[in-house]
Structures are given as structure tokens and as C-alpha cells.
Nanobody
Framework: QVQLVESGGGLAQPGDSLTLSCEVS????????VAWYRQAPGKQRELAAS???????YYADSVKDRFTIFRDNNKNTVSLFTDSLKPEDTAVYYC?????????????WGQGTQVTVSS
């Protein structure tokens, strides 16, 4: 079956960087658009960044110029480099695949990885 497994979350201080990774198995990865969503406590899940199979990317205004999404089709991974982290970036980050980004998420989700930004 299709599996998406995230890693790389943790505790960071404001201004720090973290790289989140998502390994995909059970499907031919290069043909699928991918994205990272996040859900902060008490808030709705939101799209942070996405990448179409064309390579076109989308970033939410709140993360633009700080986050970078990239994929490695040889390793079946999609990653999110997060830079200049702020307390408001604290959230559970979810890998997603197969959506009509930025309008609609896909059917495949990872289990999430927690990112906490605090001094």
C-alpha cells in the first residue's frame, strides 16, 4: 500500500533551520505532485508548500522566502527546508501527495511530524 513517512521535526529556537523529509513507498513517486501542509494548535490545516510534477512550486505567504520544497525522485523523497523559524511556525507538518495544489490536497497523507519553535 502507499505509505508516506515523515521525519526531521523537533524543537528549534527562533531563527533556526530544520529540514523535514518524507519518504514515499508503494507508488511510482515521480508521477505525483507533492506538498507539505501544517496544522497549528487550534487552527485548520493549511498548505505550506507544494510542487507539481512540472517542478512548479507554490508557497504560502507566511513561509515564502523562508521555506523551500524539493524532491528526489531517485530516493522517493520530498523534503521541506525551513529557515528563519518563528514561533508561529509551530505546528504538526504533514506530507501530502496527489492533490490539485494549491486548491485541494491529495488523498495520501503521512502521519505528521511536530515542529516546535520556542526560546
Amino acid at each position: 500500500q502507499v505509505q508516506l513517512v515523515e521525519s526531521g521535526g523537533g524543537l528549534a529556537q527562533p531563527g533556526d533551520s530544520l529540514t523535514l523529509s518524507c519518504e514515499v513507498s508503494g507508488i511510482y513517486f515521480p508521477l505525483w505532485p507533492v506538498a507539505w501542509y501544517r496544522q497549528a494548535p487550534g487552527k485548520q490545516r493549511e498548505l505550506a508548500a507544494s510542487m507539481l510534477i512540472s517542478g512548479d512550486t507554490y508557497y504560502a505567504d507566511s513561509v515564502k522566502d523562508r521555506f523551500t520544497i524539493f524532491r528526489d525522485n531517485n530516493k522517493n523523497t520530498v523534503s521541506l527546508f525551513t529557515d528563519s523559524l518563528k514561533p508561529e511556525d509551530t505546528a504538526v507538518y504533514y506530507c501530502n501527495m496527489g492533490g490539485s495544489y494549491p486548491h485541494q490536497p491529495g488523498a495520501y497523507w503521512g502521519q505528521g511530524t511536530q515542529v516546535t519553535v520556542s526560546s
